[in-house]
């Protein structure tokens, strides 16, 4: 029975983590820039979670389109960290260009 529940059990979405990541570090600079989620076009914090769930599974639509293998959980990973970081700031967040891939190149 053990061995059943191990092979069905899931890796967690490292997009997933990203997202509960940068909505603690973005909640905290709306906070610190006396804002709240509707300031930022969110109606709270679960709907800033949605969209960001959104944006990873179109990042993923676009990597099959551009036959890109695990970009997007990596770029989930790597932001998921720069989020977490003890010396984090607001710019970790509002540097990112998100509507570009990683896997292409910017402006």
């Known amino acids: 029975m053990l061995l059943l ?3 069905c059990e899931r890796t967690a979405d490292p997009c997933t983590g990203m997202c509960q ?5 973005y909640g905290g600079c709306l906070t610190s820039w006396n ?3 509707e ?3 969110y109606a709270d914090e679960d709907d800033f979670l949605d969209a960001c769930a959104t944006w990873a599974w179109e ?6 389109d551009a036959h890109e293998t695990g970009a997007t959980e990596q770029m989930c990973v790597e932001r998921s960290a720069a989020f977490s970081a003890e010396d ?12 570009t891939p990683d896997w292409e190149p910017g402006p």
Do not use: K, P
């Open 88 to 99: 984090a700031t607001c710019d970790s967040y509002t540097t990112l260009d998100w509507n």
């Open 59 to 64: 990042m993923r639509q676009l990597e099959v």
């Open 21 to 25: 990541a940068a909505a603690a570090l």
């Open 39 to 41: 300031a930022a076009n």
């Open 35 to 37: 804002a709240d989620w």
């Open 5 to 7: 529940l191990l092979s």
